[in-house]
């Protein structure tokens, strides 16, 4: 077993999980690929929202990918850690604007 | 300034070491295969060369930058140099080749003394296609090369030049400090006298190499954002961007060693595989001349040390019939000219 429950070599081996279920395995990677392709979004702009979404799922493997991705189509570090701050200010928002709920819930029960 | 792996006496300036580390580890242990073993797959081996199009000539190592990635270990302490005897024997080969290219690079091919008289009389041979690969800071380096932008218009020479990105930093980062704000001038004055310039026929290429561990991305979404870049932030115009991968030799090497980033790299090289490359990756069509006139299949061979397999070794005993006969030498290094949509001098090849 290994020592951790992440391992960076981990990611070469994730075309493996066909091995497992060919026919759902090949349906991802198809799939996947289609969605990254030039489309009404540019690559580059797909690259930025993986990015953003790979922080706010909080997957190491999407980290390292992405970021990898981002550099080999010249996105500056600057515009990655913006698209951070967007994935950051989404995932903190969607916490806060629960706050209405515990306002409506406070406003219910109390008198 | 840093100094050459060789004037440092790093274990990587001996090329038995570079070879070594290539042959052995994941590919000695089989995770990986060789380069030969992955062409044998496609009935790709041996590796022979089609018709020659690119005669490409090191003038010499010298250079007045030391750039990171460099695969030949260039800089101010390199002396190797091509003596005007050497060159006379290229200029004789110029003149019968059957190349439609003839490529001039370096180092800084403009540091070695006898550059001008060089290029004055291999432009007379005619050519189709003379490219010189400057590395745009020697332009402005010392006043006596300033006038470089008009000596290359009056010889219709074809400029190529490196500039890893469009931004300070990362060009700095790779190349030297203070290199961006050269490297701008420099454009600008290649500009001023009609190179890159639209309607012009001064053609005025840049080089794109990664800035580290990583491949190069789409070369025409590259080549967008650059000319976007370069037009609005310094009203700079240039013709095509060549994306080039960084081959696992010499100072990349070293880097890729000393950031623990190497293995990766290398799976990264071999995953990005494409058999399509191989078909016209430019060992296929181009033969490399070194500053002492000893012939190799390309210049990763070149500065590897792996000189060409056929009885001739030498432009002084060129023959063109006899050299197109022959094997190409591969290593693991070949992986970055494969990888993706493949990787030359003059860019993607697939």
């Given at each position: 077993?290994?020592?951790?429950?992440?391992?960076?070599?981990?990611?070469?081996?994730?075309?493996?999980?066909?091995?497992?279920?060919?026919?759902?395995?090949?349906?991802?990677?198809?799939?996947?690929?289609?969605?990254?392709?030039?489309?009404?979004?540019?690559?580059?702009?797909?690259?930025?929202?993986?990015?953003?979404?790979?922080?706010?799922?909080?997957?190491?493997?999407?980290?390292?990918?992405y970021?990898?991705?981002?550099?080999?189509?010249?996105?500056?570090?600057?515009?990655?850690m913006?698209?951070?701050?967007?994935?950051?200010?989404?995932?903190?928002?969607?916490?806060?604007?629960?706050?209405?709920?515990?306002?409506?819930?406070?406003?219910?029960?109390?008198? | 300034?840093?100094?050459?792996?060789?004037?440092?006496?790093?274990d990587?300036?001996?090329?038995?070491?570079?070879?070594?580390?290539?042959?052995?580890?994941?590919?000695?242990?089989?995770?990986?295969?060789?380069?030969?073993?992955?062409?044998?797959?496609?009935?790709?081996?041996?590796?022979?060369?089609?018709?020659?199009?690119?005669?490409?000539?090191?003038?010499?190592?010298?250079?007045?930058?030391?750039?990171?990635?460099?695969?030949?270990?260039?800089?101010?302490?390199?002396?190797?140099?091509?003596?005007?005897?050497?060159?006379?024997?290229?200029?004789d080969?110029?003149?019968?080749?059957?190349?439609?290219?003839?490529?001039?690079?370096?180092?800084?091919?403009?540091?070695?003394?006898?550059?001008?008289?060089?290029?004055?009389?291999?432009?007379?041979?005619?050519?189709?296609?003379?490219?010189?690969?400057?590395?745009?800071?020697?332009?402005?380096?010392?006043?006596?090369?300033?006038?470089?932008?008009?000596?290359?218009?009056?010889?219709?020479?074809?400029?190529?030049?490196?500039?890893?990105?469009?931004?300070?930093?990362?060009t700095d980062k790779q190349?030297?400090?203070g290199?961006?704000?050269?490297?701008?001038?420099?454009?600008?004055?290649?500009?001023?006298?009609?190179?890159?310039?639209?309607?012009?026929?001064?053609?005025?290429?840049?080089?794109?190499?990664?800035?580290?561990?990583?491949?190069?991305?789409?070369?025409?979404a590259?080549?967008?954002?650059?000319?976007?870049?370069?037009?609005?932030?310094?009203?700079?115009s240039?013709?095509?961007?060549?994306?080039?991968?960084?081959?696992?030799?010499?100072?990349?090497?070293?880097?890729?060693?000393?950031?623990?980033?190497?293995?990766?790299?290398?799976?990264?090289?071999?995953?990005?595989?494409n058999?399509?490359?191989?078909?016209?990756v430019?060992?296929?069509?181009?033969?490399?001349?070194?500053w002492?006139?000893?012939?190799?299949?390309?210049?990763?061979?070149?500065?590897?040390?792996?000189?060409?397999?056929?009885?001739?070794?030498?432009?002084?005993?060129?023959?063109?019939?006899?050299?197109?006969?022959?094997?190409?030498?591969?290593?693991?290094?070949?992986?970055?000219?494969?990888?993706?949509?493949?990787?030359?001098?003059?860019?993607?090849v697939?």
């Amino acid at each position: 077993m290994s020592k951790t429950y992440y391992d960076p070599a981990d990611l070469r081996k994730f075309g493996k999980i066909t091995e497992w279920n060919e026919e759902l395995g090949n349906k991802f990677f198809d799939y996947y690929g289609k969605v990254f392709e030039e489309g009404a979004l540019t690559a580059r702009e797909k690259s930025l929202i993986a990015l953003a979404v790979a922080h706010t799922e909080q997957c190491p493997y999407c980290i390292d990918a992405y970021t990898k991705d981002g550099l080999q189509r010249g996105i500056t570090k600057e515009q990655m850690m913006e698209a951070i701050h967007v994935g950051a200010a989404i995932k903190s928002g969607a916490t806060l604007v629960h706050g209405v709920q515990m306002m409506n819930k406070v406003n219910k029960l109390e008198m | 300034m840093k100094k050459s792996l060789l004037a440092r006496n790093n274990d990587l300036a001996n090329t038995q070491r570079q070879l070594e580390i290539l042959s052995n580890g994941i590919f000695a242990d089989g995770e990986l295969l060789t380069f030969a073993n992955k062409i044998k797959e496609t009935n790709q081996f041996p590796l022979r060369p089609k018709k020659l199009e690119i005669l490409q000539i090191n003038l010499g190592y010298m250079c007045n930058q030391v750039c990171a990635h460099c695969h030949v270990d260039a800089g101010p302490d390199r002396k190797e140099i091509m003596t005007t005897e050497t060159m006379q024997q290229c200029l004789d080969v110029i003149k019968k080749t059957g190349a439609h290219t003839l490529d001039l690079t370096g180092g800084a091919p403009e540091m070695n003394p006898n550059f001008r008289w060089f290029v004055e009389e291999a432009a007379k041979a005619g050519i189709k296609d003379f490219i010189v690969r400057s590395n745009l800071t020697i332009i402005r380096a010392n006043k006596k090369y300033y006038d470089l932008p008009k000596f290359f218009k009056k010889h219709n020479v074809h400029v190529v030049s490196s500039m890893p990105h469009w931004t300070r930093g990362k060009t700095d980062k790779q190349r030297g400090s203070g290199v961006f704000d050269k490297s701008i001038k420099a454009l600008q004055m290649l500009n001023e006298v009609g190179y890159g310039m639209e309607g012009s026929n001064l053609k005025l290429d840049l080089v794109y190499n990664p800035s580290g561990a990583f491949l190069p991305g789409d070369q025409m979404a590259l080549e967008n954002d650059f000319k976007k870049a370069l037009k609005d932030d310094f009203n700079i115009s240039f013709n095509y961007l060549f994306a080039i991968t960084n081959l696992p030799i010499s100072r990349f090497l070293d880097y890729l060693i000393a950031s623990e980033n190497y293995e990766d790299y290398m799976f990264a090289l071999v995953e990005a595989y494409n058999p399509a490359a191989v078909e016209n990756v430019m060992c296929t069509n181009t033969l490399s001349v070194s500053w002492d006139g000893y012939l190799y299949d390309c210049d990763f061979n070149q500065m590897l040390n792996l000189k060409i397999n056929s009885k001739v070794k030498h432009i002084a005993d060129y023959n063109e019939e006899l050299l197109q006969d022959r094997n190409i030498i591969i290593n693991q290094y070949c992986y970055g000219c494969t990888a993706g949509a493949g990787s030359s001098c003059q860019g993607v090849v697939a």
